[in-house]
């Protein structure tokens, strides 16, 4: 679904705190929407944007993904409007650079979609 190895993912998880999948009975990850929608951020850092790892996990650090519907799949449309926040709770204008970022990860999340 997010064209990301198994390999990578379980790397993924061992450097991003916040990518912390659920766990069934048979010990197998369960993703969800949430999981899913970070993966497709790191993806982007990583793979599009060109950050490290290390730069990666500060732009993770400096921003938390609060509940699902902040970065959600409704229809393929992403709210710009109330994407991102600052841990602290403090609310955050979005910059020029974090909207492009979100217009590439709702593409992303638009092909995915399209592929279900």
Do not use: H
């Not at 970070?38 to 990583?46: A, F, G, R, S």
């Not at 730069?55 to 409704?74: M, P």
């Not at 600052?86 to 979100?102: M, V």
């Amino acid at each position: 679904m997010t064209e990301v190895e198994q390999y990578v993912l379980r790397y993924w998880e061992t450097e991003f705190e916040q990518l912390k999948p659920q766990k069934n009975r048979a010990g197998n990850r369960v993703y969800s929407n949430k999981d899913i929608n970070l993966i497709l951020y790191i993806k982007t850092l990583l793979r599009e944007k060109k950050y490290t790892i290390e730069g990666a996990k500060k732009v993770l650090e400096n921003y938390s993904f609060q509940n699902e519907k902040e970065l959600k799949v409704d229809k393929g449309d992403v709210d710009l409007n109330e994407v991102v926040s600052i841990r602290k709770g403090e609310d955050l204008q979005i910059s020029a650079g974090l909207r492009n970022d979100l217009r590439e990860l709702k593409e992303t999340l638009e092909k995915v979609l399209k592929v279900l």
